[in-house]
Nanobody, 115 residues
Framework: QVQLVESGGGLVQAGGSLRLSCAAS????????MGWYRQTPGKQRELVAA???????NYADSVKGRFTISRDNAKNTVHLQMNSLKPEDTAVYYC?????????WGQGTQVTVSS
């Protein structure tokens, strides 16, 4: 079973940047797609950005133009570069890998954007 571990969260002022990383214990090619989701208390987890094994990307409208998802196949890692952060981006961010027969979630990393 491939495990996912997120890192890079923290506290940042509005307008600042953070880079999240999701490291897989095995090959990320185990997954057809990898994505970043976020969740705030009382709300459903929502998709932020996703990337397929061939590099196609998809973003939530709220982050288009500010966030960039990328993958480093050699290091089995997926990144989320977050720029121009807003207080409403505050959430726990989760990495998810989806394959034909497997789905894996990371434990989450907190991102807090102060105004």
């Amino acid at each position: 079973q491939v495990q996912l571990v997120e890192s890079g969260g923290g506290l940042v002022q509005a307008g600042g940047s953070l880079r999240l990383s999701c490291a897989a214990s095995g090959s990320i090619f185990s997954f057809n797609a990898m994505g970043w989701y976020r969740q705030t208390p009382g709300k459903q987890r929502e998709l932020v950005a996703a990337i397929t094994s061939v590099g196609f990307t998809n973003y939530a409208d709220s982050v288009k133009g500010r966030f960039t998802i990328s993958r480093d196949n050699a290091k089995n890692t997926v990144h989320l570069q977050m720029n121009s952060l807003k207080p409403e981006d505050t959430a726990v961010y989760y990495c998810k890998g989806t394959g034909i027969t497997i789905v894996a979630w990371g434990q989450g990393t907190q991102v807090t954007v102060s105004s």
